[in-house]
């Protein structure tokens, strides 16, 4: 089973890129922090190197020391583009995260992102909330939106709760198949 990277910390080249932080000779700390409060969840240290990022942090209480290597590929338009090498398959990553003790890649790390472990049922829920939050409260047509892309939308909310009566009744189906002592327990009947 692969542990969800949106539970892991994670450090994105293209974040300390812009924010300055891999500029050779720049040291400081980096936090995370929870979205709800506000309140410091975790910090490390760091170090730019010119062509690597020495990263300071403890787990468990232990001091640990990480180097990271930078590289870089030319843009098309100028300029370049800096990328974290995963320090266990060598190859160029925008994003590394933390597990086992160290950063490293997804791939190496065996870490999945949530909407890759999906049933029907949560893909029908992910795609109705990313549609809903283009509508207004009870589905209303927000300000400017045309009518024609309003009603667009609804159909697809509904077409997802219909995706998801059919999964949970094919579930149902298949358990009762399954388990066919279950057809007498007075709770599954129908009236």
Known sequence: MHVKAEHCRRIDVRR?????????????????TDPDTGKQMAAIGYRANGSSVTLN????GKPTTQIVWLTETACNYGGTRQWFTCPIRG???AV??????RFACRH???????????????RAWRKQAKVEAKL??????????HSTTRERLVSIILECE???????SGYLDAMLRRYPSLRSDPLLRMR
Do not use: H, T
């Not at 590394?96 to 003790?101: E, H, I, K, T, W």
């Not at 190496?108 to 949560?122: E, H, P, V």
């Open 108 to 122: 190496c790390q065996r870490i999945a992102y949530g909407s890759q472990s999906g049933d029907l049922c949560d």
């Open 57 to 60: 942090y403890s787990i468990d």
């Open 96 to 101: 590394l995260f933390l597990r086992a003790g």
């Open 136 to 145: 207004g409260p009870n589905w209303a047509r927000p300000k400017g939106m």
């Open 16 to 32: 300390w890129q812009r924010e300055g932080i891999l500029q050779d000779g720049r040291a400081g700390g980096w936090q995370w």
């Open 162 to 168: 219909e995706r998801r009566d059919a999964a949970l």
């Open 91 to 93: 190859e160029r990553v």
